[in-house]
């Protein structure tokens, strides 16, 4: 009996420990390279089941014919994503699935080789291992090569080549339509054009835009073969209109040689040039003359004799036109130097002593009183032509900010040759500077040890309020992280030489973000204070994408308006996938030429799918319309932009729409104001642009522009805006800027928005580069539930050490939205409207002011104590549609008026 029991137990234990099947591997039937992105697998027992069609084909060889087992697979897919998979099976399912939770797939986003590593485990005794595989995701591509020549003329000779950046569409003998870029001759489609005929379309706009038409004599059509490769087109453009050619002839002074050096605004488009130059003193008397061919550029020596020059420029376009053209030019005087502290009061720059950056000087010439500001180094210059005493003295708000001081000067006028320096010394007292600094660094601690060390996500636009204790209502300034997660801010905090820095408990819950949300930080009185780490748990991993739209110069009919369109990623992951939408009002029409390639249109509405490996990134498109003639003066034409991730969750979507109104024939100022709200429509639209939902908290949206129209560069720029009352200060939300800034509170609602070290260029250089923006958004506050509530807000923009300028001021009013029950319509009579001119206002009862408003909100004219009849004057105003409101004792009644 005991051998019988001992010969079973051998019989069992030989069941439990033998494996149910031998192994799990690769089958040759899988897909090692495809152009597909999105890769699935599957398990099949015994056999690969028929009808599969995965890119990872497992097989399972089985030792037994029937029973259950339960296999986990974890995968490594190669691009740093990793994933497990459980699922179930039967030994006698003889080529079938295996059925897994979730099933076996991943979607690659981007091109390249990919080795996936499988570990799996079995139960009911099966075996564990590893299998690899590797993936190419890769995508044929069509090159297609066009040579661009112009024939202006049609006699069949080559005028010139083009090389400009030209769109095109690819249309296949089907119809399918794919758009590029000719860049620098050479288009590339991606994935490659399917098999077949093809004919090459250049963009009508573009023509249009450079008054070619296409020639006959160009081949344009191509066979594609489906598998990629080169193609190669030719286009010759033949000219609409004559050509034409014009220049400005530009002086400038060569530094190295000490020479006047004059030279031409489009050197590109010449190809031969003949310079006279003819120098006269200041007397009118002509004292020399030099000659010049085949140069750019023309030299001649700065004789302090000069007065005036007068360049002459015979040039050759290579269009095939010339030109003849003469300009007079006054010859300049200069000054330059560096500005110190002169800490033993010698008034001599001395070795040891320390510049002073961004110091404001006033230099006052025979033209009047220009600005300077010393860069980085403390080195100030300026040209002028003025050959009166010049006299440099320290610019007096700048004085009372920074407690420096300096004397007055006065200086013969020098001309540039003899390089004039005169070295500036202040009195800076014993600071380096009048405050501390304090700054630090946020990021996602993926080890969770607390150190910003390598693996670890710096996050993007956090918002961190630094004030003397813990909290939104305690701080002194709200400063936002940048691509590195930095932030900083410099200035008083409190008494003490620390400050504390903190996020917000709502964001950091909107975001999906944990962890210690705060760092004291102690004040360091240098420009490098030492850093404090705010560390967070970003387990949820998602990106933050956002949108805003903002205008760009004016909107007129018959005209090509543009609009800026701003996107990107805060992080702390990367977007992967996206899709971006601009939708434009019905009436006007996108220029192609200034779209992104890869777009697609449906109706009113730009769509491009894009992808970003980056785990912040920040874009702007200037994005061209054409507006016809014959629309109505003042019509309302709204831009909507969207994003949206596809392949990964968005932290916050609450920035992921932007919106732009523009108002047909509003004029442009440069530094302005605008407010935006969501819109609501009712008694024919009349107020849906000032007038805001009493029954609701709005939420505003305000946008503040600025442009450096100055004659230099504006190195720190500050807009100061006081809030109204009537805004809950506590949802105040920064949507995005145009430069990195900071804001600092400064108490009863009143914010400072800094641009520090922005060095925005002046218009004459750039008008694109010239200009800046920021936009937020806030919500009305409680007390707001009442009708004829007013919300009226106005900002100051200052440029350097300039007085500011003083925006329009934007206003907004809580009505109900039935119209107004308080006070009889009826009382008020506005004619002749629409008007031509003088505009009569009458009632029964006294009025206590009239205002006129644009559909912005812009304020034009208030009178008040007008009794109970006025007359308004509309003639300086632009044609169309204005505002007008009579307030009264118990009561506002407002009233559509047009001017023609």
Known sequence: ?????????????????????????????????????????????????????????????PNQSTGTFTLILAVDWGDGTTSTHQGSGNYGSLGQFMSFNPPIQHTYTSYGNYNVTINYTSTNNGPAGTLTFSYAYNCPISNIYAALSVDCNQDGQTDYSVNDTVPISVISSTGATYNGQLISNMATISPALPSGLYNVVVDSNWLNLNNYIVSTNSFTTFQASGNGGAYTISFVFNCTTPPSCSTSIIQGFNSASGSLMYS?????????????????????????????????????????????????????????????????????????????????????????????????????????????????????????????????????????????????????????????????????GTSTLPYNCYGGFVFCDSDNNGVFNTGDTPLTNVPVYIGANQGASASTALVYTDSTGYFMYCGQVGTANYAIANISSTWMTANGYSGPNLVTLVGLNSYTPTPGFIALNCNNSCADLWTTITPWIGYYQNTTATIRLNWGNYGPAASGQYI?????????????????????????????????????????????????????????????????????????????????????????????????????????????????????????????RFQNTGTAPAQNIYIQDTLSANLDWSTFELLSSSHPMFVNHLGNGILRFEFDNIWLVDSSVSQELSQGYLTYRITENSNCFTVGSEIENTAYIYFDWNDPIITNTTYNVNVETIGLSEIDNNLLQVFPNPSSGIL?????????????????????????????????????????????????????????????
């Open 1 to 61: 009996m005991k051998l019988l029991a001992l010969i079973f137990s051998i019989v069992v234990l030989n069941s439990v420990y033998s494996q149910t099947f031998s192994s799990l591997s690769i089958s040759t039937t899988s897909t090692y390279s495809s152009c597909n992105g999105i890769i699935d697998g599957t398990v099949s027992i015994g056999s690969v089941n028929s009808s599969n069609t995965s890119e990872i084909d497992m097989l399972i060889t």
């Open 840 to 900: 009569n206002v009458k009632s029964n009862e006294k009025m206590e002011n009239i205002e006129v408003f644009d559909l912005f909100g812009k304020s034009l004219i208030r009178l008040n104590s007008v009794s109970n009849e006025s007359q308004l004057d509309l003639s300086r105003f632009a044609s169309g549609n204005y505002i007008l409101k009579a307030k009264f004792a118990n009561g506002t009644i407002q009233r559509k008026i047009s001017f023609y």
């Open 264 to 428: 031409t605004s489009t050197p590109s488009q010449i190809s031969s040039y003949v310079w006279n130059i003819y120098r006269y003193d200041n007397l009118g008397n002509q004292i020399g003359s030099s000659s010049f061919s085949t140069q750019a550029n023309a030299y001649i020596s700065n004789d302090p004799l000069i007065s005036y020059v007068i360049a002459c420029l015979d040039a050759n376009f290579t269009n095939g036109c010339s030109l003849s053209t003469c300009d007079t030019f006054s010859v300049d005087n200069c000054i330059s130097g560096t500005i110190y502290c002169d800490a033993n009061s010698n008034g001599i720059f001395d070795s040891n002593e320390n510049t002073v950056s961004n110091a404001a000087i006033q230099i006052q010439t025979g033209n009047g009183i220009q600005t300077v500001y010393s860069d980085i180094n403390g080195y100030y210059s300026l040209v002028y032509d003025s050959n009166s005493p010049i006299i440099i003295n320290l610019n007096s708000n700048w004085s009372s900010l920074t407690g420096y001081t300096g004397g007055v000067y006065t200086l013969l006028s020098e001309n540039c040759d003899s390089n004039q320096v005169y070295n500036f010394g202040l009195n800076c």
């Open 580 to 704: 971006l939408t601009l939708t434009f009002p019905i009436g006007v029409s996108p220029v192609l030429s200034s779209l992104n390639p890869g777009y697609s249109i449906s109706g009113n509405t730009i769509s491009w799918t894009l992808n970003s490996s980056s785990t912040t990134f920040n874009y702007t498109d200037y994005i061209n319309f054409s507006i016809p003639s014959g629309l109505i003066n003042g019509a309302q034409h709204y831009f909507t932009s969207t994003i949206s991730a596809t392949s990964i969750t968005d932290c916050n979507t609450l920035n992921n729409t932007g919106n732009l109104l523009q108002i047909l024939g509003n004029s442009y100022d440069p530094n302005d104001k605008n407010v935006f709200k969501e819109q609501y429509y009712w008694n024919n639209g009349m107020y849906e642009l000032t007038d805001l939902n009493v029954d609701i908290l709005d939420k505003l949206t305000y946008t503040i």
